[in-house]
C-alpha cells in the first residue's frame, strides 16, 4: 500500500478551501511542517476542530487568514499566555467561534466514530455554553422519568491531521498514548499524517507496537516530515517543545507587522527546507 506515502507538498493539497479539520492539542503530535505548506498554498475558510483544544499550530493558521470557523472548548499558548492571533481575530470579528467542551468536543466525535447520530450528556444542562450553541438539544431520556440530557450531534471531520512517531508502508501508524488521535481517526472522512519515521515490517503485527497503532484502514494518506511537530514536541520521542521559539511567537504575534514578520522568517522562508 505504498501509494499512501506521499511528499508533504502532496499532503498539504489534500487540505482544500472550507474543509473542517481536526486538531490534536498541542501537548499531542501536531503537524506543523504541514500546516506552513498548507499556509504556503493559501487555503482559506478552514474549519478547525480542537480535540479537545488547539494552541500554537491553530493560531498560525488563524493568523495567517486560513479560519472561518473555531470549535474548540479552549485556544492557549499554555505558559506563554493568550493565543495572539486568535484573541486579534475574536475582537475584529473576523472569524466564528463555536464554544464547546473538552468532554462535548469527545461525545461529538465519538458518536461519528460508532456510525451513531448523536451522544448523550447531563454536565451542560443549564449552563451558558448550552445556550450558546442551537446545534445542541435538550431532550428526554427515553429510558428514564423526568431525566433531562444533552444531545451532541455527530462531529464528523472532513480531515484528521497529526504528525507522529513513525508508520510503517502498509500505512499503519503508532501514536502510543495518544487515544484523541485514534478517535480522530476514526471519526473522519479522511485522515493526512506526517511521521518522522516510515519503517519496514508491520506495526500490526508487533504486540509492542499493535496496541497503539491506528491501522492503516483510517488512514488516508501519509509523509515523512522529519522534526515535523517542531516548534512543538512529539510524545514518546526525543522531541521536545521548543520553549523558546513559542515565547519569540507570543511576542512577536501580539501585532499584525510582527505576525507578518513571523510569517516571513519561519513560514514562508522554510519553503526549501520542507
Known amino acids: 500500500m505504498t501509494e499512501m506515502v506521499t511528499s508533504l507538498g502532496a499532503l498539504a493539497a489534500k487540505v482544500t478551501d472550507g474543509a473542517t479539520i481536526a486538531l490534536p492539542p498541542d501537548y499531542s503530535g501536531c503537524a506543523n511542517a504541514l500546516w506552513r505548506a498548507v499556509i504556503r498554498r493559501g487555503v482559506k475558510d478552514l474549519h478547525l476542530v480542537g480535540v479537545p483544544v488547539f494552541g500554537y499550530h491553530g493560531d498560525l493558521l488563524i493568523g495567517a487568514g486560513c479560519v472561518k470557523v473555531a470549535e474548540t472548548s479552549a485556544v492557549t499558548l499554555g505558559e506563554h499566555g493568550l493565543a495572539p492571533r486568535f484573541t486579534a481575530a475574536v475582537k475584529a470579528g473576523s472569524i466564528i467561534v463555536k464554544d464547546a467542551t473538552c468532554p462535548a468536543i469527545h461525545a461529538g466525535l465519538q458518536a461519528a466514530e ?6 448523550v450528556m447531563r454536565g451542560l444542562i443549564g449552563s451558558d455554553i448550552l445556550a450558546r450553541r442551537d446545534d445542541w438539544k435538550v431532550i428526554e431520556n427515553p429510558f428514564g422519568d423526568n431525566d433531562p440530557v444533552v444531545a451532541i450531534p455527530a462531529l464528523t471531520p472532513d480531515l484528521a491531521v497529526f504528525h507522529a512517531a513513525k508508520a510503517d508502508r502498509h500505512g499503519n501508524v503508532w501514536i502510543g498514548v495518544r487515544r484523541e488521535l485514534m478517535v480522530m481517526a476514526h471519526a473522519a472522512r ?4 506526517t511521521v518522522e519515521e516510515i519503517v519496514d515490517g508491520d506495526l500490526m503485527a508487533d504486540p509492542a507496537t499493535k496496541a497503539g497503532t491506528i ?11 522529519k522534526e515535523g511537530s517542531w516548534p512543538q514536541g512529539l510524545p514518546a520521542t526525543d522531541l521536545v517543545a521548543d520553549q523558546g521559539h513559542l515565547a519569540r511567537y507570543a511576542e512577536m504575534a501580539k501585532t499584525e507587522e510582527g505576525f507578518a514578520a513571523y510569517l516571513a ?3 514562508t522562508g522554510r519553503e526549501a527546507a520542507e
Open 114 to 119: 460508532r456510525g451513531a447520530p448523536f451522544s
Open 190 to 193: 479522511d485522515t493526512l499524517v
Open 215 to 225: 491501522p492503516g484502514l483510517y488512514v488516508t494518506a501519509m509523509a515523512e516530515a
Open 265 to 267: 522568517e519561519y513560514v
